[in-house]
């Protein structure tokens, strides 16, 4: 069970975390928040039910790592790579996915948005509640040999799991680690300096996996 999830009676999983992995895991959920970002406060007196329609942008965004993580809806990188030469019939086909995306992106991001800082702050709290006297150790949460153990119900698993998600597609992206490639050969050299988030990017697929394998079981 020792950094990795295993499924709990009755749906849910479960981990043993040491001090080290609960604060590598913390910092990065807290540097995912940073990246996604507050998102549109209300401004005092602003009708509630105005801002709940209120739409997002239009354009993706220019961060990379944010760009893989709000990708356009339609078309993307692989259709404008298509397009080559004057073909009038291929770039009005890149034109309309393109307004497609941005009308897509405009109704949808702001929620996409909160929902990916809801998954982040869920880790941050499942973690702080171990190093804070919370879920693992009050509520009689085994903790032997320098590790907490973390049990998550399948509500506060599936958060997990998209902010695991979220983790390695922003990872990936510093990285420049494609679709296509999983990261098993992302082995640096020790000078490198990419060396230890390529270490961290490796160790979050696997909770990822054992994560997905919990909740289907």
């Known amino acids: 069970m020792t950094g990795y999830f295993e499924p709990l009676p009755g749906g849910g999983a479960v981990i043993a975390l040491d001090d080290v992995q609960?604060?590598?895991?913390?910092?990065l959920a807290v540097q995912?928040?940073?990246?996604?970002?507050?998102?549109?406060?209300?401004?005092a007196g602003d009708d509630p039910l105005a801002a709940l329609f209120a739409e997002g942008p239009s354009e993706p965004?220019?961060?990379?790592?944010?760009?893989?993580?709000?990708?356009?809806?339609?078309?993307?990188?692989?259709?404008?790579?298509?397009?080559?030469g004057d073909d009038p019939e291929a770039r009005r086909a890149l034109e309309e996915a393109r307004i497609a995306s941005a009308e897509f992106r405009r109704y949808t991001e702001n929620d996409l948005r909160a929902r990916k800082r809801d998954d982040a702050l869920a880790v941050v709290r499942a973690l702080d509640g171990l190093?804070?006297?919370?879920r693992g150790s009050a509520d009689g949460v085994a903790?032997?040999?320098?590790?907490?153990?973390l049990e998550l119900d399948?509500?506060?698993?599936?958060?997990?799991?998209?902010?695991?998600?979220?983790?390695?597609?922003?990872?990936?992206?510093?990285?420049e680690v494609t679709d296509e490639d999983d990261g098993s050969e992302l082995l640096l050299p020790e000078a490198d300096p990419r060396k230890p988030i390529a270490?961290?990017?490796?160790?979050?697929?696997?909770?990822?996996?054992?994560?997905?394998?919990t909740l289907m079981t």
Do not use: C, K, M
């Open 154 to 175: 399948p509500d506060e698993s599936r958060r997990w799991l998209g902010a695991l998600n979220d983790l390695r597609l922003a990872i990936g992206t510093r990285l």
């Open 61 to 84: 965004p220019t961060d990379p790592a944010l760009a893989r993580l709000f990708p356009d809806a339609y078309g993307g990188p692989e259709l404008a790579g298509a397009v080559e």
């Open 22 to 27: 609960i604060s590598i895991l913390r910092s």
């Open 131 to 134: 190093t804070h006297g919370g």
């Open 32 to 43: 995912l928040l940073e990246l996604i970002g507050p998102g549109e406060q209300p401004v």
């Open 199 to 213: 270490l961290a990017y490796r160790w979050l697929g696997g909770l990822q996996e054992s994560l997905v394998e």
């Open 143 to 149: 903790l032997a040999g320098g590790e907490a153990v």
